[in-house]
């Protein structure tokens, strides 16, 4: 176009240098019929290019990427639904603590399916096959947990659950009971002689499952110590059924230096809000670069 315009303006400046007499006319119409001429072959086109709509349209790989922002966002809704479950299953469990107890069953294996009830159990200890597990921290009545670990030197935090037979009355079975927590300072047996009495006792007690070996945690061997709840190995060594209770806090029942029951910990992994806030975060940042690739097309 302005090659043309330039020409034309030459043209005409060249028409204006023309003498005015009747003889040059017809150089004059010569100059005329030569721009009519360009004129007619000048091919006026648009600039916007023919194939615009066809780009327009989002290809197959783009609905299948769109697969990935669509996949994050159902995986954010099912971890919302998986927390709902996990917190009313927590509550379930908590509930269940706050039961009234019941007898203990005739047959011991009914108690698997009954983790987290309460029972009422009647016999005596078997103290000369006491057992510790731990080392953990203590649970006070009042349900706060202190701060204790295993590098932990402090005795008001840091101690070990006593893990004694008890042998039932009226029957042959020996079922694990978790008195308590002890301090470390009183891990041997004879720094807390009054409360290993030998008399018959009746106590209440939750319902406890075994536990698998933790990752990285050495396997058990022989020995009184035990890390986790290894059933096989507790009851092979003391002779019990594969039954585990903890004991409840018995105000009346502690005497001095005596295990500190009460230490059910609930432990249910409540992870969900992470889960659904991280499916969420790359569900709204992959819909985001689709919607500016794609749709919109805007390179980085």
Not at 9 to 30: D, I, V
Not at 177 to 192: L, Q
């Amino acid at each position: 176009m302005l090659r043309l315009s330039a020409q034309m303006c030459k043209q005409s400046f060249a028409l204006l240098r023309l003498p005015h007499s009747t003889n040059k006319m017809p150089r004059l119409q010569l100059v005329t019929r030569k721009m009519t001429q360009q004129h007619q072959k000048v091919d006026w086109t648009t600039s916007i290019p023919t194939g615009a709509k066809d780009k327009e349209k989002i290809t197959a790989l783009g609905w299948f990427l769109l697969l990935i922002p669509a996949t994050t966002f159902g995986l954010g809704v099912w971890q919302v639904k998986r927390k709902i479950w996990k917190e009313q299953l927590i509550k379930d469990l908590a509930e269940q603590l706050h039961m009234a107890p019941t007898e203990l069953p005739d047959d011991l294996s009914h108690l698997s399916h009954m983790e987290y009830r309460l029972v009422k159990l009647r016999g005596r200890f078997l103290h000369d096959k006491e057992m510790l597990m731990g080392p953990r921290s203590l649970i006070r009545p009042d349900g706060v947990e202190t701060q204790g670990g295993l590098f932990s030197q402090r005795d008001t935090g840091n101690g070990f659950l006593v893990v004694t037979p008890f042998q039932l009355s009226d029957r042959d079975d020996i079922v694990l009971v978790n008195r308590g927590w002890i301090s470390r300072k009183h891990m041997d047996k004879e720094t807390r002689a009054m409360g290993q009495s030998p008399k018959e006792v009746e106590l209440t007690a939750v319902v406890r499952k075994g536990e698998s070996r933790p990752q990285f945690t050495p396997d058990h061997k022989e020995g009184k110590v035990y890390l986790y709840r290894d059933l096989p190995k507790m009851c092979a060594s003391s002779g019990a059924a594969a039954v585990f209770l903890d004991a409840v806090y018995d105000p009346k029942a502690v005497a001095d230096n005596s295990p500190v029951g009460g230490q059910t910990r609930v432990t249910l992994r409540n992870d969900h809000m992470s889960y659904l806030v991280t499916w969420f975060s790359l569900s709204a940042a992959t819909s985001f670069l689709w919607y500016r690739q794609i749709v919109k097309r805007i390179p980085f």
